[in-house]
């Protein structure tokens, strides 16, 4: 399989499973993400396409994205219980991480053996659009995982025995 094989597999895949995770949320928000992740993975899968076809090296218009996500967040609801439905997702969103981490360092890679200049430079835009959907879906799993997060260490359950000695840790 040549790079641009593998390249081209590699956006399917991403853009199946994001639309997978597009059908799964039951936030609107989070599926308007998901969704524009897939037509992103669309988009470089095309590129590919066009490249291994000997065509020239095609213009590549910058992901709005991260625009896009923030403007989601601000939207989301962050009551505990919306979240509660969403939650058991988390493997998913891992998982989806983990293919945008592996997808950015393969474009990385791919990048720095390219002889070709404008090719190099299409390859480090992509890198770049992956690494831009890494941060995104790190985003979505931070704010799904929140209510999971919570100070309950060891060295923080023993706080009244100083207090029991006058001293107040608090000030």
Known sequence: MNVFDFAMK???????????LARQTGLPGLRT?????????QKHYEIFQELKT????P??????????????????PKEE???????????????ALKIESDSFRF???????????ATKNLLMKIAGEEHKHFNVMEN????????????AWGE????????????????
Do not use: C, W
Not at 59 to 76: G, R
Not at 81 to 95: F, M, R, S, V
Not at 140 to 151: M, S, T
């Open 33 to 41: 993400i998901f969704t524009r992740l897939a037509e992103d993975e």
């Open 54 to 57: 000997g065509g020239s090296v």
């Open 107 to 117: 474009y990385e890679d791919a990048a720095s053996k390219e002889k070709n200049p």
């Open 140 to 151: 979505i799993y931070q704010f799904i995982n929140a209510p999971n997060q919570y100070l």
């Open 10 to 20: 590699m956006e399917e895949d991403g853009k199946a499973y994001y639309e997978k």
């Open 156 to 171: 923080f359950s023993n706080l009244d025995e100083f207090r029991q000695f006058g001293r107040d840790v608090d000030d």
């Open 81 to 95: 219980e919306t979240l509660k439905g969403i939650e058991g997702d988390l493997a998913a969103y891992q998982h």
């Open 59 to 76: 213009a590549m218009q910058d992901t709005t994205i991260i625009a896009e996500a923030k403007n989601v967040f601000e939207e989301l």
